[in-house]
């Protein structure tokens, strides 16, 4: 038996009257659509078996029975499906085929589930799959896809947790929950999000660059023409929110760079893409949801990353960015609204844009803009010791009315995770500053008795401070005060560039949801999945330790860039292979297969007391003096053996 629920919309009971379905007893089939999405209305969806002997029912109602479940549907216990297909029902697929087995007999039986643009694609698509070898070879394909993307970088440590979560779970949760399906149990949305998908993406340098760059293009087409960008979109109309939000459009020089940086392929900068033509968000909203026009102007990708850095360089009275309605918090929607509100946070943020635009503005010759980018960091850097420095940490923002925010002054939200390490990996931050600022981000942020690491102490609760929606979650519950893992990751990716592997590995066995399955208490405690990255997890008496939000976060591409980057110290650039690890003392060595293209490289990283031996880089059984990996798709196999002294903190 097979069965499907049809929803064909993005709720199904918002749909279910509209589901047409139609039995085709011939080719064994139940076909359905959905006129009325106004997007998707001529796609044909489809279950077919090749088995003719069979029955169907399009009708909910009659495969589960009356006050049926699908533990225990009705279907099951009879001989005969009714054949009932139509509109204005409680819409289903269910293909039965009846078949007698003798012991030791097997019986293969194949249903296929699809979707066509219109009934003569569904069928040709019915067509092509007919048989077991077709399917056999579609499943063939599927494990070749996931066995080269998962496997493209593999890692053997003395930690079995980190290898379990960085061989295949991150990229998988990355790539088929956050890129392809956009959706989760937690949020059921399907639409793009401008800094969301952005950053995931740049976590697959190293196994699919050119997803980056399809969408580094597809994104740079979701600017409007003043310089800010769509903050989320549905595909394939586009329509979508426009906001007041102060760091999306960053994001796309960011991940551009990255790209450049990683592959090479500086001809993405000089793609041509078309802006977006929309009324501006005005000065007392929020936001709004509209369709907005294509416009006519288009430019390259390197004019769109451009125009993203000059429209962000306004400032307010402490010479801070505006935060507008939320920077990469988005519950502080109430901070800056009043267009006055200033961003420490996202001082350090475009401060780090500036800098790494700054170099391919300068191997393109736009001397113009290299000396207003530098100009325009070095002043962001000075304003933000000046005025963004509390004394023992940064601070996080500034309101309308020129309250600090994530001061000691404050009752509440003192101190703000992301300051303190953006300080630091943005470079801006004065390096004794960020040291003491880390320092007090460990004090006060890391409770080592839960094992998680808050955004932000104390949490928003009862003082007049509003600083938007973030104070509507409890105290210690997502981004007020409890563990948002984003912001986690970076603390840890922040004490790896400080030369701390204490530290850094400290919060990656804190945040590894394998470490919160290691007893039935733990289980108990956490509650989510402990294969994938949880969003958040909860710092609030009784449920303190327990896992929120699970699959659909950004936190697992960050997550995989904090082990293979941070932690096991790889770096790409363009045919450049850097392996600068910050690791744990007692690690001897550990292992990692590297493939580029259609040549493998295996790489042995061991760690030795200083004194002992005499640090090398030894590439196919000669010193290396490069002290970098030269990369060539050569279809052969390299070794790679790299002696390092062992580091103490």
């Known amino acids: 038996t097979s069965y499907v629920e049809w929803v064909l919309g993005d709720m199904r009971h918002k749909y279910a009257m509209h589901v047409n379905t139609r039995v085709d007893l011939t080719g064994s089939v139940i076909y359905a659509t959905n006129p009325y999405n106004?997007?998707?209305?001529?796609?044909?969806?489809?279950?077919?078996?090749?088995?003719?002997?069979?029955?169907?029912?399009?009708?909910?109602?009659?495969?589960?029975?009356?006050?049926?479940?699908?533990?225990?549907?009705?279907?099951?216990?009879?001989?005969?499906?009714?054949?009932?297909?139509?509109?204005?029902?409680?819409?289903?697929a269910a293909i039965q085929v009846p078949f007698d087995l003798a012991p030791g007999q097997e019986r293969e039986i194949i249903f296929r589930l699809g979707t066509g643009h219109d009934l003569h694609d569904a069928k040709d698509i019915i067509h092509r799959f007919r048989g077991s070898a077709p399917?056999?070879?579609?499943?063939?394909?599927?494990?070749?896809?996931?066995?080269?993307?998962?496997?493209?970088?593999?890692?053997?440590?003395?930690?079995?947790?980190?290898?379990?979560?960085?061989?295949?779970?991150?990229?998988?949760?990355?790539?088929?929950?956050?890129?392809?399906?956009?959706?989760?149990?937690?949020?059921?949305?399907?639409?793009?999000?401008?800094?969301?998908?952005?950053?995931?993406?740049?976590?697959?340098?190293?196994?699919?660059?050119e997803l980056l760059r399809e969408y580094l293009l597809?994104?740079?087409?979701?600017?409007?023409?003043?310089?800010?960008?769509?903050?989320?979109?549905?595909?394939?109309?586009?329509?979508?929110?426009?906001?007041?939000?102060?760091?999306?459009?960053?994001?796309l020089p960011l991940a551009a760079c990255r790209y450049v940086t990683a592959t090479g392929d500086t001809g993405v900068m000089d793609e041509?893409?078309?802006?977006?033509?929309?009324?501006?968000?005005?000065?007392?909203?929020?936001?709004?949801?509209?369709?907005?026009?294509?416009?006519?102007?288009?430019?390259?990708?390197?004019?769109?990353?451009?125009?993203?850095?000059?429209?962000?360089?306004?400032?307010?009275?402490?010479?801070?960015?505006?935060?507008?309605?939320?920077?990469?918090?988005?519950?502080?929607?109430?901070?800056g609204n009043l267009g006055r509100g200033e961003s420490v946070w996202l001082g350090f943020f475009l401060y780090d844009v500036l800098n790494q635009l700054v170099r391919v503005a300068e191997s393109r010759g736009d001397h113009e803009f290299v000396r207003l980018s530098k100009k325009a960091a070095l002043k962001i850097q000075g304003n933000i010791e000046k005025h963004g420095w509390d004394g023992e940490w940064y601070r996080r923002a500034y309101f309308d009315n020129g309250q600090p925010l994530g001061s000691a002054d404050n009752d509440e939200c003192q101190i703000d995770s992301i300051s303190q390490s953006?300080?630091?990996?943005?470079?801006?931050?004065?390096?004794?500053?960020?040291?003491?600022?880390?320092?007090?981000?460990?004090?006060?942020?890391?409770?080592?008795?839960?094992?998680?690491?808050q955004l932000l102490d104390p949490p928003f609760d009862k003082s007049e401070m509003n600083p938007g929606y973030i104070k509507g979650y409890l105290p210690g519950v997502r981004e007020n005060g409890g563990q948002y893992t984003h912001a986690a990751i970076w603390a840890a990716m922040a004490f790896s560039k400080l030369g701390d592997w204490e530290k850094t590995w400290e919060i990656l066995t804190m945040i590894n949801p394998v470490n919160h399955a290691g007893s039935p208490e733990e289980v108990e405690r956490y509650k989510t999945e402990p294969y994938v990255m949880a969003a958040d997890v909860y710092a609030l008496s009784p449920h303190i330790g327990r896992g929120g939000w699970t699959w659909y976060t950004g936190s697992a591409g960050w997550m995989y860039r904090l082990i293979v980057e941070s932690i096991l110290g790889l770096r790409i650039e363009k045919d450049k292979l850097f392996v600068e690890p910050c690791i744990p003392a007692e690690w001897t060595f550990y292992k990692i297969r590297y493939i580029y293209r259609e040549t493998t490289y295996w790489i042995t990283i061991t760690q030795m007391d200083?004194?002992?031996t005499t640090p090398a880089f030894i590439f196919d059984g000669a010193e290396n003096h490069d002290k970098f990996i030269r990369l060539v798709n050569d279809f052969k196999d390299h070794t790679a053996e790299i002696r390092l002294n062992r580091v103490i903190v």
Not at 201 to 209: D, F, G, I, T, Y
Not at 219 to 240: I, K, L, M, N, Y
Request: net charge negative.
């Open 135 to 209: 399917a056999y070879s579609a499943l063939e394909s599927i494990w070749q896809y996931w066995s080269r993307t998962l496997g493209s970088v593999q890692v053997e440590t003395p930690d079995p947790s980190l290898n379990v979560i960085a061989n295949g779970w991150l990229v998988y949760q990355t790539l088929a929950c956050r890129i392809w399906a956009r959706s989760g149990f937690y949020q059921s949305g399907g639409a793009f999000g401008f800094r969301d998908q952005l950053q995931d993406a740049m976590a697959l340098v190293h196994s699919r660059p």
């Open 610 to 612: 200083e004194g002992s």
């Open 422 to 453: 953006w300080s630091v990996l943005s470079g801006a931050g004065d390096p004794g500053r960020s040291k003491t600022a880390m320092e007090s981000l460990n004090k006060r942020l890391v409770r080592r008795e839960h094992s998680l690491v």
């Open 38 to 92: 106004p997007d998707f209305g001529s796609r044909v969806s489809f279950l077919q078996t090749d088995d003719k002997v069979n029955t169907m029912t399009c009708d909910r109602t009659e495969f589960l029975g009356r006050n049926g479940t699908l533990q225990n549907p009705a279907a099951m216990f009879r001989s005969h499906l009714s054949g009932k297909s139509g509109v204005a029902m409680d819409p289903c």
């Open 272 to 335: 041509y893409v078309h802006f977006l033509d929309g009324r501006p968000v005005n000065p007392e909203d929020d936001s709004y949801y509209d369709l907005p026009n294509r416009s006519d102007e288009k430019d390259t990708l390197y004019e769109h990353c451009k125009r993203s850095v000059l429209h962000g360089l306004r400032y307010g009275s402490h010479g801070l960015p505006l935060i507008g309605t939320c920077d990469w918090n988005d519950g502080m929607n109430k901070v």
């Open 218 to 251: 597809l994104f740079a087409s979701r600017q409007f023409t003043e310089g800010d960008v769509q903050h989320w979109w549905h595909p394939p109309a586009g329509r979508g929110v426009r906001t007041h939000c102060s760091d999306d459009y960053l994001w």
